[in-house]
């Protein structure tokens, strides 16, 4: 019902900055918390971001005033501005929504993951 793709990983050296992107598509009624997760090898998934349909935003204490997220709901997009990056925030960043496909039923959807690496 909901495909999630994302882009924008890659390189970079620390200090840097990426721009993550996941655009939602398929058959659904509306998204309504749009999330970026990360993992990196041998640790636990962390919430890095969430943006709610209506603009209200959580953040990781790690990322507050380096990371921005926001989204388009026109275009079912979220995006996740990453400046000043460290070597610890090396990880598959991977999106997540929640979407509802019929009135009053919702279901969780995952992308395939984008890898970001900050080299020192």
């Known amino acids: 019902q909901v495909q999630l793709v994302e882009s924008g990983g890659g390189l970079v050296q620390a200090g840097g900055s990426l721009r993550l992107s996941c655009v939602a598509s398929?058959?659904?009624?509306?998204?309504?918390?749009m999330t970026w997760y990360r993992q990196a090898p041998g640790k636990q998934r962390e919430l890095v971001a969430r943006?709610?349909?209506?603009?209200?935003?959580n953040y990781a204490d790690s990322v507050k005033g380096r990371f921005t997220i926001s989204r388009d709901n026109a275009k079912n997009v979220v995006d996740l501005q990453m400046n000043s990056l460290k070597p610890e925030d090396t990880a598959v960043y991977s999106c997540?929504?929640?979407?509802?496909?019929?009135?009053?039923?919702?279901?969780?959807?995952w992308g395939q993951g984008t890898q970001v690496t900050v080299s020192s």
């Open positions: 997540n929504v929640d979407a509802t496909i019929q009135y009053g039923v919702s279901k969780n959807y």
């Open positions: 398929g058959r659904f009624v509306q998204i309504s918390a």
């Open positions: 943006i709610t349909r209506g603009g209200d935003i």
